[in-house]
């Protein structure tokens, strides 16, 4: 069974930095395509960034030089460092995992991130 556990969320003010975290157990993870997605209080579930088995990454434009995913076959896991963080980032943000025929297969629970001052 495949289980992924997002952590690292919190509140922050605006201009700071967060560490996301997706640990990931049960399943193949190191070939898995693996994503950030992020749902705000009344708007639709929405592509932060992506990451493939190979280490290719896509950021949605609003995020573009501001947050960087990476992942650690060893450790199972899969991150993402938020810099520069605005109001606007305020969602939970959820992990996903799945084979490249099917990549959002496995859904964290999520974790809530809030940018206020």
């Known amino acids: 069974q495949v289980q992924l556990r997002e952590s690292g969320g919190g509140l922050v003010q605006p201009g700071g930095s967060l560490r996301l975290s997706c640990l990931v157990s049960?399943?193949?993870?190191?070939?898995?395509?693996m994503a950030w997605y992020r749902q705000a209080p009344g708007k639709q579930r929405e592509l932060v960034a992506s990451i493939s088995r190979g280490g290719s990454t896509n950021y949605a434009d609003s995020v573009k030089g501001r947050f960087s995913i990476s992942r650690d076959n060893a450790k199972r896991t899969m991150f993402l460092q938020m810099n520069s963080l605005k109001p606007e980032d305020t969602a939970v943000y959820f992990c996903?995992?799945?084979?490249?025929?099917?990549?959002?297969?496995?859904w964290g629970q999520g974790t809530q991130v809030t940018v206020s001052s």
């Open positions: 996903s995992a799945g084979p490249v025929s099917s990549p959002n297969t496995y």
């Open positions: 049960g399943g193949f993870f190191s070939l898995y395509s």
